[in-house]
Every structure is written in structure tokens, then in C-alpha cells.
């Protein structure tokens, strides 16, 4: 199916929002490819963001792949009706039909109504996974394998993780570790949680990893609250906090120890700026010595800090790191006394958007 898709498009949208987009950009954002540009609706209500993407892809051939359990999400739903009448007027009905792939519900719901009326192919996202936990489904796989993505060497990656961290034994299982350390710092006041990387690739990784504990944990008056930082970059704005503020929070970091691309700082005459002792050297050596002294001064000054070390940025790694984060997510959960897998919360927001809708 992406075969097909990549063959007939110059860009493909991706049509989601929480557990049905942000785990397939954050594999596009650490894994890019060339073709086809891929964009990403339905994942807010801004007119102005929409009407970017139909401006970027007015002249080009492109197709959709709709995400949703239920066809009735408010962004999901609408943007799929914009994006549905767009290629129907640009193609007509049948040649639409070929462009658009539905992931939903194998059984109910209004966008698998609609799949089967109009002759979408569809695939299916299993009815007991739940948004957040579906990176490893056709609800991210599709959008992955179109990008260009190898999604077996995604699923080899997950698959060593489950039989790595199926240990019982929690001194030899480093997912147990992690969820057993959230919980010990938990109890002694440390009630957020920033994930911390030093590569820009992984801030939708960190989105998803957001969503993913936020919304797991943040129930029955518990919860650590999940929080984000791109380092080196936010040391210039929350260093100080970090460093000296209240003593309320921990550091998660992910570390690369092997990333793909690198640049060798030069050598300058005149030395005007005093950093030629540098030149030779490489920017991820300066980023891991970064790395070294940050977490040195903010464990000195009372941050506990978690590190999870990953060889390099690829497929693999990305199977095994979402495998990582979603068992630790499910025991941390049970570890806290609450439904990891529910979210009841969310609909009350919901309820009161359509009532002002007055549906």
C-alpha cells in the first residue's frame, strides 16, 4: 500500500491527532526521508494551519490516510471532510477512492462506515490498544511505511524489547527500573517529570512520551506531571530553574551515544572569538561533554536525574525505545494505583466544546 502511495503522490497527509499522529512524526522526525512530503492534519482546530497545507499541496498530486477509532473526533473529522472533498473535486470520486486509507475500529464506529460506503482499503487498529499505546499499529505504521520508513526493522526493535524487559527480575530489567525509580521519587515530592534530550529530532518523541504518561497517570487526584526540555537549547531559559528553583522535579534524559551526522569545527587564523583550542573536534563530542556537566551541576544541586542511553537514531532503536516507554508507562501506572490504560477525564472538555457548538 505505501509502495502504491509513494508511486501516485508528491505529498501524503496524515489525518489524526494524540496517539493517531504523534507517534508516527516522531518517527519521521527522528527517521527522515526524502519522499513524499508528508503533512499532518486534524491534529487542532486552527483554520490558519489547515489552509497552509491545502495552499502547499494545491499542485501537487497527493493522497490521505484518515486515523480514528471512532470517525467522530472533532479535528480528525473535520479535517477529513476538507481534505475528502478537495480530492474528489481534483480527481473525481473513483480515482479518491484509490488515495485514501482509513485506520480505525475493525467493528464500529462512523469512519469505518464510512471506509466500507465509499471503498476505502482499510486497516485496522485493534480494539483493546488505546491511542496513545498504538505507535506499533497501523495507526502509525501506515503514515511510517509511506514516508519510506523500514517499519520491520521498527517491529524487530520492539520485539527485542519485549523479550528483554519480560524479566521479572527488576535489577536486570532496566524498563522496571525506570518505572520503579518514578514512583520512589514520587513519594519523596518530586512531582515532575521533564524528559530531556540533546537531540532536536526527538522533541515529537517527547510529545508522544507526554501523552503517553499524561495521560496514563494523570488520574484520581495522582500523577507526575510530564514536562519537556531540549538541551542545550532550554538551559538558556530553564537552566536556573533546574538548577536552584523548587525542589519539586526530576531529569529523564536520553542520551545518543552514536548519532548519525556530525560537522568538525574549524580552525581560524585570527582566533578572534578564543575557541580554536576546539578545532578538530566534533559537535556531538562538545554535545556529550555538554551532557556530562549538566547532569554533574544539576545533580549537585538536588536534580535527581534518570538516564536511558540508546546506541544511534534508527529504525530499531525507534521500536525498541516506544516498546521501552509504553511497558514502563503500563507497570508505573499499576505501581501508582491507577488504570493505565483508561482516561476518563477527557471527555468532560469534550461534552462542553459541543454544547457551545450547540450539536
Not at 181 to 199: D, S
Not at 280 to 295: D, L, M, Q, S
Request: hydrophobic share 35%; aromatic share 12%; glycine share 8%.
Amino acid at each position: 500500500t505505501a509502495d502504491k502511495l509513494r508511486s501516485c503522490s508528491q505529498t501524503f497527509v496524515s489525518i489524526g491527532i494524540g496517539g493517531s499522529y504523534l507517534g508516527s512524526r516522531a518517527a519521521i522526525e527522528m527517521l527522515p526521508s526524502a519522499s513524499p512530503e508528508i503533512y499532518f492534519a486534524g491534529n487542532n482546530i486552527s483554520g490558519t494551519y489547515l489552509k497552509s497545507i491545502i495552499d502547499n499541496i494545491e499542485n501537487k498530486d497527493f493522497s490521505v490516510c484518515v486515523i480514528s477509532k471512532s470517525g467522530t473526533t472533532l479535528e480528525t473529522a473535520l479535517a477529513f471532510r476538507v481534505f475528502r472533498e478537495i480530492l474528489e473535486k481534483k480527481y473525481g470520486k473513483t480515482e479518491a477512492r484509490n488515495r485514501i486509507i482509513a485506520v480505525t475500529d475493525s467493528s464500529k464506529g462512523a469512519l469505518l462506515d464510512i471506509a466500507k460506503k465509499e471503498g476505502y482499503e482499510i486497516f485496522e487498529i485493534p480494539g483493546n490498544i488505546g491511542g496513545r499505546y498504538s505507535v506499533l499499529t497501523p495507526a502509525a505504521l501506515v503514515t511510517m511505511a509511506v514516508a519510506g520508513i523500514d517499519i520491520r526493522k521498527v517491529l524487530k526493535g520492539a520485539e527485542e524489547a519485549y523479550h528483554a524487559y519480560n524479566n521479572p527480575d527488576l535489577v536486570q530489567n532496566d524498563c522496571y527500573m525506570y518505572s520503579v525509580l518514578r514512583n520512589i521519587l514520587y513519594k519523596k515530592g518530586k512531582y515532575i517529570e521533564t524528559l530531556v534530550n540533546y537531540e532536536p529530532c526527538m522533541e515529537y518523541f517527547g510529545k508522544w512520551w507526554q501523552q503517553l504518561f499524561g495521560e496514563s497517570e494523570g488520574k484520581d487526584g495522582k500523577g507526575i506531571y510530564p514536562a519537556l526540555l531540549q538541551f542545550s537549547t532550554d538551559l538558556h531559559s530553564m537552566g536556573q530553574y533546574l538548577q536552584e528553583g523548587t525542589r519539586n522535579v526530576f531529569e529523564t534524559i536520553i542520551k545518543i551515544d552514536n548519532p548519525p551526522e556530525d560537522v568538525i569545527i574549524p580552525y581560524i587564523e585570527d582566533d578572534l572569538d578564543g575557541l580554536n583550542y576546539l578545532a578538530g573536534k566534533t559537535f556531538n563530542y562538545i554535545n556529550k561533554e555538554a551532557y556530562e556537566g549538566v547532569k554533574e551541576a544539576h545533580e549537585e544541586g538536588g536534580t535527581p536525574i534518570i538516564s536511558i542511553e540508546i546506541p544511534s537514531i534508527d529504525e530499531h532503536c525507534f521500536g525498541h525505545l516506544v516498546y521501552f516507554m509504553e511497558k514502563a508507562c503500563a507497570a508505573s501506572g499499576y505501581l501508582l494505583g491507577v488504570n493505565p490504560f483508561d482516561q476518563p477525564g477527557v471527555e468532560l472538555y469534550k461534552k462542553n466544546i459541543y454544547r457551545l457548538l450547540k450539536r
